[in-house]
């Protein structure tokens, strides 16, 4: 079973539309995040959700807009996408028990190659 | 976050250990260092992480010296199957701590 799993693989969308990418985790971790690795394979932090409370927001357009209905899940939906979205995104979670966040690892999808024509 | 400073690539032949060294100048008390490879078309995969002097699993060592401001990550006898981006993270993390992956070392290893 594949740990940390995020649909789709690929997404191929014109300017203007609205997607949602998927993400799952069956590792029974508090805290989710989601990142964006772009051409130069430069991997920002984007949100990050502790127990579907929203920890971390970096300077995100306000068209990116995560979901987290339960802990397991974190949901990216992305509105009016433009060309410079084209990216690789990652989800990631990490176990991250409460006052032990020096040391937690994360563990990350297979990553959605977002491309907007 | 502490910054950190690493070669953008590295060639190595089968069968030779690699080093790869990260600098991390302003690292803080509390920070760990930590390690992940990153194959094409995949997520980033934790290696090992350490605080202090040396760290050793199945897959790597890591060396830290006395003043943390640096660390090298040892590969034994690496394979065309260790061909992959490999990125030093200083800092915390989990939830309440942000992490930034900088540009990692792009590992080529030849035949």
């Known amino acids: 079973d594949t740990a940390v799993s995020q649909t789709p693989k690929y997404l191929v969308t014109q300017m203007g539309n609205d997607k949602s990418i998927k993400c799952e985790q069956n590792l029974g971790h508090d805290t989710m995040y989601w990142y964006k690795q772009d051409s130069k394979k430069f991997l920002k932090i984007m949100f990050s959700?502790?127990?579907?409370?929203?920890?971390i927001n970096e300077t995100v357009p306000n068209r990116f807009s995560p979901k987290s209905p339960d802990k397991a899940h974190l949901n990216l939906h992305i509105n009016s996408l433009e060309l410079g979205d084209s990216a690789v995104y990652f989800c990631?979670?990490?176990?991250?028990?409460?006052?032990?966040?020096?040391?937690?690892?994360?563990?990350f999808g297979s990553g959605t190659q977002l491309s907007v024509l | 976050l502490a910054k950190t400073t690493q070669p953008i690539s590295m060639d190595s032949y089968e069968g030779q250990e690699v080093n790869i060294t990260c600098s991390h100048n302003?690292?803080?008390?509390?920070?760990?260092i930590t390690w992940y490879q990153q194959f094409p078309s995949q997520g980033p995969r934790f290696i090992i992480q350490?605080?202090?002097t040396k760290v050793t699993n199945e897959v790597a060592s890591l060396f830290i010296p006395a003043d943390r401001k640096s660390s090298t990550l040892s590969l034994p006898r690496v394979s065309l199957s260790d061909t992959a981006v490999y990125y030093c993270?200083?800092?915390?993390?989990?939830?309440?701590?942000?992490?930034?992956f900088g540009t990692g070392t792009k590992l080529q290893v030849i035949p």
């Open positions: 350490g605080y202090k």
């Open positions: 990631a979670s990490s176990q991250d028990r409460e006052g032990h966040h020096n040391n937690e690892k994360l563990f």
């Open positions: 993270l200083v800092g915390a993390s989990g939830g309440y701590q942000k992490v930034t």
């Open positions: 302003n690292i803080a008390t509390n920070d760990y």
């Open positions: 959700y502790n127990n579907k409370e929203l920890i």
